[in-house]
């Protein structure tokens, strides 16, 4: 059973349009939500993570918002281009330490 | 952010042979180290927890035997499949918390196993 929900399976974007991904979960004890980006044959990278006393955390283009009480959070990618292409993943855990949670994975194609 | 590398990237092997694959945290040290295993076009599955100076912990499912982890080292996780079969066909990625911050988890490049 997945603990973290992920949504949607792939979407497909042209250049400068935002893709957004959403993720919800229902464990209260998580306490610590990072998103990773992994292109094919490659290891997960960190790509941003927000802790829930915060709403929203920017760091570049990407975007995280965060909605405590409706146990969800989303990232947005501004601008986005065909090199952020890409399977990203969304994650939680109850501490940093502690072992991650994925979601399913969103596939994002940007196209030129 | 930090560095996590990961060795062989790539191994091909014969159905019974055994395969080690090393993850090693570059600049920092890690006391803890997680072993993944992905299939294609599926998400992370958690297979084990790697503990520096004691046993690892498996997930419910991961046959310890089959899948040996040491962690000899602050800095040195290895994992063993044993009497490999086609089954075993992965991609296998190790993670650590770096100690940073809010103890962000890097990654490994993965190691890309194939078993004939």
């Known amino acids: 059973q997945q603990q973290v929900k992920q949504s949607p399976q792939s979407l497909i974007v042209q250049k400068g349009g935002i893709p957004i991904i959403n993720c919800a979960y229902e464990n209260t004890a998580f306490d610590y939500f990072p998103w990773y980006q992994q292109f094919p044959g490659k290891g997960p990278a960190l790509l941003i993570a927000?802790?829930?006393?915060?709403s929203e955390k920017k760091e570049g283009r990407f975007t995280i918002s965060f909605n405590k009480s409706a146990k969800q959070f989303s990232l947005h990618i501004m601008d986005s281009q065909p090199g952020d292409s890409a399977t990203y993943f969304c994650?939680?855990?109850?501490?940093?330490?502690?072992?991650?949670?994925f979601g399913a994975g969103t596939q994002v194609v940007v196209t030129p | 952010g930090a560095v996590v590398s990961q060795h062989p990237s790539r191994v091909i092997c014969k159905s019974g042979t055994s395969v080690k694959i090393e993850c090693r945290s570059l600049d920092f040290q890690a006391t803890t180290m997680f072993w993944y295993r992905q299939f294609p076009k599926q998400s992370l599955m958690l297979m084990a927890t790697?503990?520096?100076?004691?046993?690892?912990?498996?997930e419910q499912g991961v046959e310890k035997d089959k899948f040996l982890i040491n962690h000899a080292s602050l800095t040195l996780s290895t994992l063993t499949v044993t009497s490999a079969h086609p089954e075993d066909s992965s991609f296998y990625i190790c993670s650590a918390p770096t100690g940073f911050s809010y103890n962000e988890q890097f990654f490994g490049p993965g190691t890309r196993l194939t078993v004939l």
């Open positions: 927000i802790r829930p006393d915060v």
């Open positions: 790697s503990n520096e100076g004691s046993k690892a912990t498996y």
């Open positions: 994650a939680a855990t109850p501490d940093s330490w502690g072992k991650l949670q």
